[in-house]
């Protein structure tokens, strides 16, 4: 069985994906909204990282507190739209390591075209989360998921903002072992493997591109 897709339905989020899609929001305005979702969806997609205690001294008192323990992480921003999210996500975890993988949907084929590829040494004893806006066909995501696994990664989350259903589908085939955490899943693909409705294309706007 396929790991979970995870609907990060919050109503905070809702609404500020509503504004993100109508047509008439800038670039400025999209990036901030980005952003801020992006701090959101972080909180679900590291809700169950293991704690440990410490000792620490409060002004009052001795006591023993909770950190962050277990495996370190490692956040993967899917270039470009993925800068949209690995910033405000990097915000909250200042401590992780980033890598960066370069992939483009060929217009014609959609297949992923790569073109950049760099990250930490020891992914294999990371927890590696994948952050990429868009999830359509697969094709992008599920490239970026193979090669990370080929770079040794073996413990890995994808999350986006926008999901399609087809997408959704091939992803978990391909990649069953990887949860998907999501602001929305839309309704389908349209001829131009575009998300309907979505919010066109999540690099231009983020971008001012076109
Ligand atoms: C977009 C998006 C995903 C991909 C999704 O990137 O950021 O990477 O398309 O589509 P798919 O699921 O059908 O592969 P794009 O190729 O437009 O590149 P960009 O981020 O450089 O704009
Ligand atoms: N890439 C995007 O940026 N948007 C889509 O709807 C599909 C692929």
């Given at each position: 069985m396929a790991a979970p897709v995870t609907v990060v339905d919050h109503p905070l989020i809702q609404h500020k994906l509503t504004l993100m899609r109508r047509t008439e929001a800038s670039s400025s305005t999209f990036r901030m909204l980005l952003k801020e979702i992006s701090h959101l969806l972080a909180y679900e997609v590291t809700r169950d990282l293991p704690v440990r205690e410490i000792e620490i001294e409060t002004p009052i008192t001795k006591m023993k507190a909770p950190v962050l323990a277990g495996k370190k992480l490692c956040l993967v921003s899917i270039l470009r739209a993925g800068n949209g999210l690995l910033e405000g996500i990097l915000e909250l975890i200042p401590s992780a390591r980033v890598g960066h993988i370069g992939l483009y949907r060929d217009p014609e084929t959609l297949e992923a075209v790569e073109y950049y590829y760099k990250m930490p040494s020891d992914l294999d004893q990371r927890l590696v989360i994948a952050v990429d806006p868009m999830l359509a066909t697969a094709n992008s995501s599920v490239a970026a998921i193979t090669r990370l696994k080929e770079g040794g990664a073996k413990n890995i989350r994808f999350l986006c903002l926008l999901a399609a259903p087809e997408g959704v589908e091939i992803f978990q085939r391909e990649h069953p072992d990887v949860p998907i955490?999501?602001?929305?899943?839309?309704?389908?693909?349209?001829?131009?493997?575009?998300?309907?409705?979505?919010?066109?294309?999540?690099?231009?706007?983020?971008?001012?591109?076109?």
């Open positions: 955490y999501t602001a929305a899943i839309d309704e389908k693909l349209n001829e131009h493997s575009y998300i309907v409705p979505g919010l066109g294309d999540a690099g231009d706007r983020i971008y001012g591109t076109r």
